[in-house]
């Protein structure tokens, strides 16, 4: 049997049963309710915009929405290209990168912890690589969380395409992408809540280690992020360009800026093919190291 | 060995499961083969450099008391742990080797959980895929073995309502599918009811020749009467191996428990502890000497196996104790392989 066929069945096997589990379904809700609430401040943010710009159309509405972009620490650039692109989705696309990492965690920390904690496990070591195992593990949570995302994004969508923010063109162009780049980025969680996962007997130390791990990788991003602000601050006397370049991720972005992927959304929305390489670089150099070493680990692991 | 031997259901032949498509043999008398094997969990010393032979077709016991060793060397067997030296085979292929033995290999552990959330025929089916079998032959496969361990009517119960004797079922159902050459036991009555227990070693009795089977067990009077051969380890080391009748001397000595004399007998004139007829039993042609346990009320006779056989000893030393008018509680061939291990492993 290939291996390609042994992942597909545990990937399945793993979406299913994350689908009829009671967390699952709890989970699934409560992601549900909170894309609802998304949904809600995005016409309270839409309305204010329109609001403040009067009754101007929609260039003006379009430079104000870039000036804010630039002003929250967009790269120029982007900011410019997205623009374009209705405010309620890019608020979509941010509330997946943030719940994304949440499902995650909840969904992935004991798929294979708790198949470790009471030896289930060896009901499929005697019949699949140990490494394809992983690997099925790997790509069913990645699934399950991007249907739920996808799901949030699609009930979201809905809601402001009735009132009117957002065209169906809209949603297959921009939406779609954004739900895309939600993916990848929920990949690279993905592949560090299956490596912590597969080093764990006990799914609560999995899952209060995944918290740790993810912390781990967001302080980077929140200490580039500050160092940006602190260079932004100290660049007053500069043209506003220079201070915006200052303040950019994908201008100024450091090395271990990269350890954070949520980081990864200005590259992936970028209109440079460069950024955007850089970007799914990025996300597959996370899964291919954690996958990778959860698999070598775990071909040598005692179960 | 009193169990009358029972006929394993049969299996419609509509429904059977065809052979794996395209097994990889390669040719063999070693069914498993541990060469040399040690464990270490940290400092602590497992298995020993345990060598053992385990000959294609046999029933084989692991026997030993707690921390003998037994699970850890079954687990090297299964490809479970990886021996910290030597080397285990299982067909000719080392046992991590998942797609060579894939479908050939069955194993039931102790005490692993069945997913709570699948239902049992999903579960069997699930596996059998993961054997390679396609679909349809799946759910023949996984049907089939259910059957075979009484449990067909549990196909749509999800595995988290099973009670233990039938999860434990359900285990050695996945470990029976789709016909593999070598099956791997893990005290497959631990917990059992007696009925259910009684059931699951005539499943296992049925798999003589068919397949290899190794058992790791307590259950001593289990494996005299299911396996051909066993070992018997302690401390991690091998202290003895070879068939049943080897471990258990059947072919050189015989047990016979003497009964006491009733009170009425007594009352109608019996004598109340009939004298044993000891020289006439020293005088049976092959016997080498005797042991009289008083405590235990067992007499037992050692015999040259070259001269005679255990059948003829015991019928000419039960006509010497009849004769005697001596009452007999019971007869067994060697010493039982309770009493081996005891003295054995008695340090």
């Known amino acids: 049997m290939s291996p390609a066929t042994e992942i597909a069945l545990v990937a399945g096997r793993e979406l299913k049963k994350s689908i009829r589990s009671v967390k699952g379904i709890i989970l699934g809700i409560l992601t549900l309710l909170g894309s609802f609430l998304a949904v809600l401040i995005c016409i309270w943010l839409e309305s204010g915009v329109r609001e403040k710009i009067g009754g101007a159309g929609t260039e003006a509405f379009q430079d104000a929405y870039e000036k804010g972009a630039v002003k929250a620490g967009a790269d120029p650039a982007v900011a410019h290209y997205v623009a374009h692109m209705p405010i309620s989705l890019i608020t979509f696309l941010k509330v997946l990168v943030w719940v994304g990492p949440l499902l995650v965690a909840l969904l992935g920390f004991d798929s294979v912890s708790g198949d470790l904690q009471h030896r289930g496990v060896r009901y499929w070591t005697v019949r699949s690589r140990r490494w394809s195992y992983l690997l099925g593990k790997f790509f069913g949570l990645w699934g399950i969380v991007s249907i739920v995302t996808a799901t949030l994004m699609i009930l979201s969508s809905l809601a402001v395409l009735i009132r009117g923010y957002i065209t169906i063109g809209d949603f297959f162009t921009w939406g779609v992408r954004c739900w895309l780049i939600s993916a990848f980025i929920v990949g690279t969680w993905t592949s560090v809540a299956i490596f912590v996962s597969s080093r764990f007997k006990t799914p609560l130390l999995a899952l209060l280690t995944t918290f740790g791990a993810f912390f781990c990788m967001w302080l980077p991003g929140f200490i580039g992020w500050a160092m940006r602000w602190g260079s932004a601050l100290s660049s007053q006397g500069d043209s506003p360009e220079a201070q915006a370049a200052a303040s950019s991720v994908v201008s100024n972005i450091r090395w271990y800026e990269y350890l954070y992927p949520n980081g990864y959304d200005d590259l992936l929305l970028s209109p440079k093919p460069m950024h955007v390489a850089a970007g799914l670089g990025a996300c597959a150099l996370y899964m291919i190291v954690f996958v990778g070493l959860a698999s070598a680990l775990f071909a040598k692991k005692d179960v | ?347």
């Open chain 2, 1 to 347: 060995m009193t169990a009358e031997p029972v006929t394993p259901e049969e299996k419609a032949p509509e429904e059977k499961a065809p052979e794996p498509a395209a097994k990889k043999k390669k040719s063999h008398e070693s069914a498993v083969k541990l060469a040399k094997v040690t464990k270490r969990f940290g400092d602590k010393l497992a298995v020993d450099e345990l060598t053992l032979n385990i000959r294609a077709g046999w029933i084989y016991g692991l026997i030993g008391p707690n921390g003998a060793g037994k699970t850890t060397t079954f687990s090297m067997m299964a490809g479970y742990l990886e021996p910290t030296s030597g080397q285990v085979e299982v067909l000719g292929f080392s046992s991590r080797s998942v797609d060579e033995l894939r479908g050939r290999l069955g194993v039931l552990p102790q005490d692993a959980l069945l997913p709570a959330l699948d239902r049992v025929g999903e579960f069997l089916i699930h596996m059998a895929r993961l054997q390679g079998m396609e679909k349809i032959k799946a759910i023949a496969a996984a049907r089939d073995v259910l059957r075979e361990v009484g449990g067909l009517d549990w196909w749509d119960m999800r595995c988290g309502t099973l009670s233990h004797g039938m999860a434990k079922r359900v285990a050695l159902a996945q470990a029976l599918l789709g016909n593999p050459d070598v099956v791997l036991l893990d005290e497959p009555t631990a917990g059992l009811d007696p009925r259910v227990a009684y059931e699951v070693r005539q499943l296992v009795k049925g798999l003589k020749g068919k397949c290899t089977v190794v058992i790791s067990s307590h259950n001593l009077q289990e494996l005299e009467e299911v396996c051909d051969a066993a070992a018997i380890l302690d401390h991690g080391k091998l202290i003895a191996s070879g068939t049943i009748a080897e471990l258990t001397a059947a072919s050189e000595e015989i047990h016979v428990r003497i009964g006491r004399t009733s009170k009425a007998q007594v009352a109608a004139g019996a004598a109340k502890s009939p004298a044993l007829p000891l020289d006439a039993i020293r005088q049976i042609p092959g016997v080498t000497r005797y042991e009289w346990d008083e405590e235990r009320r067992d007499l037992g006779v050692f015999f040259e196996r070259k001269q005679t056989d255990a059948e003829t000893v015991i019928g000419q030393v039960l006509w010497a104790l009849l004769n005697a008018q001596v009452r007999i509680s019971g007869v067994t061939k060697g010493r039982g392989l309770e009493q081996r291990v005891m003295d054995l492993t008695d340090e």
